[in-house]
Each structure stands twice: as C-alpha cells, then as structure tokens.
C-alpha cells in the first residue's frame, strides 16, 4: 500500500519537476511526460483508490498526443496549461478526493486547451505554411513532406511485438546495445567537431562508418527498424562521402536527430531486456525514414550535377532555410526572426582538391570496459597489499635482519606498490571532457531554439573527475548552461545595441583548486537583476528591509527554492529556473555553488566539488588513543601556544591570538567525545586550520606525520558532521578524516558564546543566507570580535 | 540446497527453513542466515566515530574497506560484557539504502551452523509491543534449544542507517 502511494508521489513530483522544465519545442520531454503518465495509469490499484487520477491521466495524456502531432501548439502558454493541469492531480492526490469538482475545473482546463486558437484545424500529414517551401522537392515525397521539421519522437505504435526474436540471443543485444551507445557518441562528438571543420573527409568518414556498422550488426540481429533508420541515413552520408551533396545543416540535423532515435531504440531494447518482452514499445519510425529520405532526394534533385560550386552551395542554403531549425517552424517562434544559421553551418562541400584533411579528429585513447565492482576490488586489493607490506616490513625479525641486499629490494617493492597504487586509484578518475562535450550539444541547440547566438568555449576538459560524480553532476550542469544561453546570454539585437559582439560567450571551465574541482560556468550576458532578486525576497518573505545584505548575498538568493518556478523567474530576473535544484544536485556530492554577477556584464556560475576518493595530504594527528588525518591542504601553522595568547570570551569561549588575530579553540577530544592525553591547550598543541575563509584551532595532543591518505566512506555511516571518512592508516587501523568545514559549523553550535551575539540580531538573515554565505557572516563576527 | 536458498530469502511464514549460524548473547542463543554472512573474524581494534548511535561501536578495516561495527548488546539493550578471546565479529551484507552493505556484528561467541526445517521454526511470541518481535523472523527448535532468528536486515540494515543519517 505504502509503496503504491509512494509511486503515486514520486510519478507525480517527477511530472511536475518535467513540466517546469519543459521548453516551446522540447519535445522529447513530452515523451517523457507521456511515458509518466502511463505509468501512472498503470499503477496498481489507481482504479480502485484514484479513479479520477486515472481518468486524468488518459486525458492529459491524450492532449499531450495531439501537442506531439502539433495538432495542439506547443507553446509556452499551453505548457502552462498542462502545469496546472499537473499541479490539480497533485492536489486531488493529496487530498486524496475524489469529489468531482477538481475533476470538473480539471476538464475546463483541458478543453481550454484543446481549443485554443493554434488547434485550428491543421492535417496530420499534408504540409501547412511552414512546410518546407522546397519547390524541387522530388516528387514522389511531396505529400509525405520531406523536409520538415525532424519527427522529434518516434510515435509508439503499440506494446505488442510482432515478433521478438532478436530476444534470442541476449548477449549479443546488450552487446550491440552498449556499442551502439558508444557509437552514437562518437557521432555527435564527430559531428559538433565538423562545424569546426566544415569538409573534412576524414571526420564525415568518422560519422558513416558507425552508421554502418549500427547497421549491419542490427541487420544481423533482426532489428528491422534500427536497421532501416541506420541505413537510410548511411545512403545520406555515402552521397556526402561521394560529393554528390554538402553536408550541410539539413544533413547534421538527420544525422543528430537519428542518432535521438536511435539511442531511444537502444534504450528500449536495454528496456526490454531488463524488464521482459512485455515492455517493449514498438516504435513507428516511418516518418523519420521519410524525411531522411527526404532530405536526400530533396538534394539530389536540386542538384544533378556535382560539377558547380556555385550550384552546389545554393541548394544547401536552401534546405537549410526551410528545413533548418527545427523549432521555428511552431508558430511562437516561427513569427520571430529567423535565427541566422550559425557561422559554421552550411559550407558547400570543399572541392576535393581543396579538402585538405584537417584530421583533427579527437583522438580516444584506446579504452576497456571494466566492471566498477572489479576496480574497486582492485583498489582495495592494493590498499590492502600496502598495509600488509608496512606490516612486513615492522616485523621486529625483519627488522633485525641487516643485509642490505634486503633493504634494497624492499625499497624496489615500496616503489612498484605505491605506483600500482597510484595507477589503481587513478583508473577511477576520468577526464570531464565527455561530460563538457555533452554541453556543446546542448548549446548548438538551445542557442537555435531560442534564437540567441551563443559560443561554448571549453577549458580544462582534462581535469579528472571520480567516476561516480560523472553522472551525478551531468543534471545541474545542463541545468545551469541552459540557464546560462537561455536567460543570460541576450538575443543578438539586443547585443548589438549594447556594443557586445552579437556571439554571446559561454564558458565552461573546470580546474582543480585547494582540494576541489571546481566548475565555472561563465557568460557575457546581462547578469543577475539584483534589485529585483531583493525586491522577491522581500515579498516572499525570506529576508526583512531592514537586512543589509550585499550584492553577492543577494543574488544568491537565487539558490533558494522559493526562486523555482517558471513564473517568477521571469518577473524576477530572467535568471533562476530551479536553480534550488542545482543547489541540492551540488550539494549532493558535498559541494556548493555559488553565483557572482556583475549587471549588463554577465556572471559566474561556480560549482565547487570535493575530490572524492583522490588521494589527499594529511597531517596525522593523535588525540587520546584516537588518531586523525587533518588535511594538510588546509593547515596554516601548528605550535605549542603561549600562555599569554590564550584569551577566554565570558569564561567560556577559548580563542588564542595567531599573528593578531583572535582564533576559536576547537578541543577536539570534547568534540569526538575521546579521553586526551591534554586538556590544557597551552600543554597540546593546536594546528591552525583555515576552512571557508574561517580560521579555528584544533587542540590536538600529537602530531605523528605527514601521510598521503586515501579518502573511504564510513560503509554506510553517512553525514557525520565533522568526519569527511575514513582511511586506513600504516598499521591497519582505521583513522577518521576531518571535514574541516563541517567541523567549523559544528563548533558554532557547540560553543555558541562566540558567534551567537552577532547572528542572534537578525536570525531572519541568518537562516536565509547561512547555506551560501557563512563565510562572509564569519568574517565580519571575527572582526568585530577583534575590534 | 539451492531450493532451500531461495526460499530461505523468500522470508514466507514457511520458507524459513535452511542453514543458520548461531552464536550467543549472555545465555541466549540466537540464529542468522547462513547466506547473509560474509565471514566471521576475531574482536580487532575498533575506531569509535563521534556523533553515532551508542550501539555503532565505529568502524574497522576488513582488508582495505571500512565497515561499521554495532555492538548486538547495546542494540538490544543488554549490559555490555568485556571482549575476550571468543568475541567474535560476524560480518553480515544487508541492503542499504543505496546497494548492499557490509556490517560487523559484535556477538560474544559463535556456536555451529545448523539446518533448521520449517516446520521447526514458529513465529515469534508476542510481546504486546511490536518493536520486540519486529527484528524476529522466527523462533527456531533444535534438540530442545530455542534459536532466536535474527532479521539481519532490519536490525543492522537499512532502518538503523537511516536512523544513523537522521541523528547525524
């Protein structure tokens, strides 16, 4: 029952989180849309506990089909429709009604809807005023409408497979079902590269070759769709290879959107595979097949002979007119400007003698696939392969032993050992590279969509990042770059106006600094409207007039959740779409964010995340019989302090003088509960640490060495504020890591003396601002303490 | 044997029979899947972590990974006894929250493995509270002894992890 209720949840927050982020012309959201309400009429016992829900739910999900048929515009103002749509079934879930009245208002809703004006009639398949005006269209496709706008999803036909006897042989699917994966990547790498490289053979081969290949393995395993798409867009490249076309931007729009719907196939069948023959969708891709087809034959009609360039390099200009941007043939868009095609997109094909092969083709370094278990397996195996040696290595018979011969091979061994170490540890790492690549993706398309012209400028795609955090921050990423193009960047009037170069700059940096990865995503645009940000806070009640907060403090604000929904982005700043999401995502993986803007100039976008499981420098410290790992990165000084520095606040809260300034004593025994050897900070000694900008002394009894430490989760103990994890030190044992920071914020709470005087004044700023901005709140506590 | 696996991890009122590990707590004798046990290794030094459970002992090193340790004693509230040579660690893999992880039972000595039939296995008596019965699978009779079968998974699995990250 329980769990029902949480799919009910969950199926419906998913839906309402799709919604919000759902573009005029998104459609492959949609499709996820529809997917969610499937599933949610599929639930168990929907029919019995929500009958309405479910009767909702076919509606929805029937006016979600017709706005993918573009029966229904899909414009902004109909989403909006569908958001409130949503947002009623939430209701009526929570309520848990069934009373017919939300039901009613539900209806009205729906049917505003499918009657709004751009439902006008429009023919499903003949070609309305934004069909391509292609008048020498070959004639056999002109009413199956060939080159107009890319079929953005493949339209299941129903759940039944006709015949599933590519089941038969699992390994090989999931085997062609990875590599496919793989080589649609390679594609669009390949293909974003050729807008770099207009012409270059050599990358146009790279894009036919896994056509090919996708081809004919499919073939093999009686995949006819796959198949059939794969090879009609391979029939397009060959005619490119033989420079019987350009590869111009009708050509890279077949090839990225196939590549779509091919990964969506392949998805489908991992789908299947999983989750039994039952689950597969057998997708209509006879439209996709047409305007592929289309696309070509459009072409070579144009264009009989390949001999004039001048001929050439018209037809593309053409098609790429009426055929090019897929979005602005929805009407909203459609009555704006039409974007100028980008400054690498069309290129008539380089006359061969011309081509010279610019082969600057991203070279992948050959790679395996390994099971995560198995590396870490690995890791482990080797961590522990150390330990034993150190262990050899103190065993007093050992010791005793003085040949030196013995030393000698001992030191060879530690060598070999701490290099497999180091390889181990690093066969985790990879470069962000494919993630930012990801990103240029997304920048092409989300600049063509909404008009804007936007370059991505890429630095530090080699910094490595764990594998694990890979997946993890593809989501915010894509979040804050469409937020970036999206609301930054202006459109290039605008641009224009201001004296900006109409290329709005969009870069994306990624570099590793005091023992995090950082990630700047950086733009040239308008920057954050701070007055207006405040102007939102205070109606919403998240801070007070009378709050003196800083430019940065505000426009951090922006990270709350209160600053989520689509509506008040755009009365607020054009900035900010759930960027809470982002914050929570980042935070996920122990890091922050943080935004600087500067108005009319742009801003900064910095995502800070801690490199888990890399090696770290420690400083061991003994506590009692305990011993921890400081890092060291960290560590401003240690000494012994004199008596006369060591200053007590009310009697309570202890602070010792470092170089002029007052810093608070953390005795680290009364915090991790232990017995310690000191108790009088003058006897121990304090390592000054510097974390967040905050400086603390952490009282310890010993210091024992300087030690590359490898960062382990606690297995399964999570969030002990203080702990970053665990390690394994030289004799086996297991040795805590400090997390300075949380460390720092602990102790506030746990001395609350020092900083509580000057935070208790304003507690309404003190919880808006803490998660961003204790930093800066704790500079000016110390300061005003010094003073 | 392999019938008997799975229906030992079927979890059914009838399903319960198979192998268990018993092992000893002051004079009561208590019962754990055979195929929930990773290994079983002696009382090692034990690294405590601030800001647990009282009964999360902290965390040791089992061939390079750090695994969490909980002492049965405290978790069932019983006085704790000194470790001796027979204080044994009985490392268990339960489903966390994110995947299976790897926890080790303090117990004070490790009995036998013994086959236990279903039929042999009654439901745990009731108690009138329900939190005393709820970690029970079973009670198992074996040549007049009493085993008290343990559901690892929710004594040291998942509830009390989740318990752990709220208390932090």
Request: net charge positive; aromatic share 16%; no cysteine.
């Given at each position: 029952m329980a769990e029902e209720v949480n799919t009910f949840d969950k199926l419906l927050n998913d839906l309402a989180l799709k919604i919000m982020m759902v573009d005029p012309g998104d459609l492959s959201v949609v499709g996820d849309l529809i997917l969610d309400l499937e599933n949610l009429e599929n639930t168990p016992d929907i029919t019995t506990k929500f009958p309405h829900l479910k009767q909702m739910a076919l509606d929805l999900r029937a006016v979600l089909g017709k706005i993918v048929m573009t029966d229904i515009d899909d414009s902004a103002e109909n989403f909006d429709i569908v958001g409130q749509c949503i947002g009623l079934m939430e209701e009526i879930y929570r309520k848990n009604d069934n009373d017919s009245e939300s039901l009613a208002s539900f209806n009205k809703l729906l049917s505003t809807l499918s009657s709004s004006p751009a439902a006008a009639e429009k023919p499903k398949d003949s070609p309305p005023e934004e069909q391509a005006p292609s008048p020498a269209q070959s004639p056999s496709s002109a009413n199956s409408a060939p080159a107009t706008e890319a079929p953005d999803k493949p339209v299941i036909l129903d759940t039944k497979p006709e015949s599933l006897d590519f089941m038969e042989d699992m390994e090989l699917l999931s085997g062609f079902i990875e590599e496919t994966k793989e080589h649609l990547e390679s594609i669009e790498v390949n293909i974003l590269d050729l807008e770099d490289n207009p012409g270059d053979m050599e990358i146009i081969n790279n894009i036919f070759r896994p056509f090919h290949t996708i081809k004919g393995v499919s073939g093999f395993l009686n995949l006819t769709n796959i198949q059939a798409l794969a090879h009609s867009t391979e029939n397009l490249l060959d005619d490119v290879r033989n420079n019987i076309r350009a590869m111009d931007e009708s050509v890279i729009e077949v090839v990225l959107k196939v590549g779509d719907c091919l990964k969506l196939m392949a998805d489908n069948l991992q789908n299947t595979i999983d989750n039994g023959a039952e689950s597969y969708k057998n997708y209509d891709i006879s439209n996709y097949i047409r305007w592929v087809k289309g696309v070509q034959g459009a072409e070579t009609v144009e264009e009989p002979a390949t001999a004039s360039p001048a001929a050439t390099s018209a037809a593309p200009a053409q098609t790429t007119e009426s055929a090019a941007p897929p979005s602005a043939t929805t009407p909203p868009l459609a009555a704006a400007p039409p974007p100028p095609p980008p400054k690498s997109s069309i290129a008539p094909p380089a006359p061969p003698a011309a081509a010279k092969p610019k082969t600057k083709a991203k070279k992948v370094g050959a790679t395996i696939k390994v099971d995560v278990d198995k590396l870490d397996g690995l890791v482990n195996a080797v961590g522990e392969l150390v330990i034993m040696q150190t262990m050899v290595r103190a065993n007093p018979h050992i010791t005793a032993i003085a040949d030196p011969k013995l030393n000698k091979d001992f030191g060879q061994l530690f060598r070999i050992t701490s290099e497999l170490q180091k390889t181990s540890m690093s066969m985790r790492m990879v470069p962000i590279r494919q993630t930012f690549q990801k990103m240029i993706r997304l920048v092409r398309d989300l600049s063509k969509k909404t008009g804007k012209q936007a370059n991505l400028v890429m630095e530090g795609e080699e910094t490595e990042i764990d594998r694990n955090m890979v997946d993890s921050i593809y989501d915010p990423l894509v979040h804050m770059m469409r937020n970036s193009v999206d609301h930054g960047v202006q459109m290039p009037e605008e641009r224009k106006r201001l004296g900006k170069p109409v290329y709005g700059t969009v870069s994306l940096r990624a570099y590793q600094k005091g023992g995090y990865m950082v990630i700047e995503i950086e733009d040239d645009g308008q920057g954050l409207n701070t007055e207006k940000i405040r102007r939102k806070a205070l109606e919403r009640g998240l801070i007070q007039e009378s709050d003196n907060l800083s430019d940065h403090d505000l426009n951090n604000l922006?990270?709350?959740?209160?600053?989520?929904t689509a509506d008040q982005i755009t009365d607020v700043s054009g900035r900010g779409v759930g960027m809470d999401v982002v914050k929570k995502a980042v935070e996920k993986l122990r890091g922050k964010v943080d935004v600087m803007s500067e108005p009319g100039k742009g801003s900064i976008f910095t995502i800070r995340l801690p490199l888990t499981l890399a090696i770290i420098d420690g400083i061991i410290v003994q506590v009692g019989t305990e011993r921890y790992i400081i890092?060291?990165?960290?560590?401003?000084e240690s000494f012994r302090p004199r008596r006369e520095d060591y200053k007590t606040i009310k009697g309570q809260g202890e602070t010792l003088l470092v170089r002029g300034s007052l810093v608070p004593i953390i005795r680290l025994y009364k915090y991790f509960q232990v017995e310690a050897k000191c108790t009088d900070p003058c006897e121990a000694i304090v390592v000054v640490v510097e974390s967040e900008g905050k400086q603390r002394a952490i009282m310890v009894d010993e210091l024992l060495g300087k030690q590359e430490v490898v960062i382990k989760n606690l297995g399964g103990i999570t969030d002990i504020t203080g702990v970053a994890g665990g390690t394994i030190l030289g004799d086996g044992r297991v040795g805590l890591i400090l997390d300075l920071a949380g460390l720092v914020t602990a102790k506030m709470n746990y001395n609350l003396d020092l900083p509580a005087a000057v935070s208790k004044d304003s507690p309404a700023i003190k919880e808006v601002t803490e998660p961003e901005n204790t930093a800066d709140s704790e500079k000016t506590t110390e300061s005003e303490q010094i003073s | 044997m392999a019938a008997e696996q799975t229906a030992v991890t079927d979890g059914t009122e009838n399903g319960l029979g198979g192998k268990y590990l018993t092992f000893s707590l002051g004079s009561e004798e208590y019962g754990v899947e055979i195929m929930k046990i990773r290994e079983i290794i002696g009382i090692m030094e034990i690294t405590s972590v601030p800001h647990t459970p009282e009964y999360i002992k902290g965390v040791i090193n089992l061939r390079g990974r750090v695994i969490p340790i909980l002492e049965l004693r405290l978790r069932f509230n019983m006085a704790t006894k000194e470790y001796d040579d027979r204080t044994c660690i009985i490392v268990v893999e339960v489903n966390g929250p994110s995947g299976p992880i790897m926890i080790g039972m303090l117990v004070d000595s490790v009995s036998e493995v013994v086959n236990i039939d279903s039929a042999e296995i009654e439901p745990p008596p009731e108690f009138g509270t329900p939190t005393e019965s709820e970690n029970i699978l079973g009670m198992g009779k074996i040549k007049g002894d009493v085993k008290i079968l343990l559901d690892v998974d929710k004594i040291v699995g998942a509830g009390v992890l989740e318990h752990l990250e709220a208390s932090a």
């Open positions: 922006v990270f709350l959740p209160g600053f989520s890092p060291t990165i960290a560590i401003r | -």
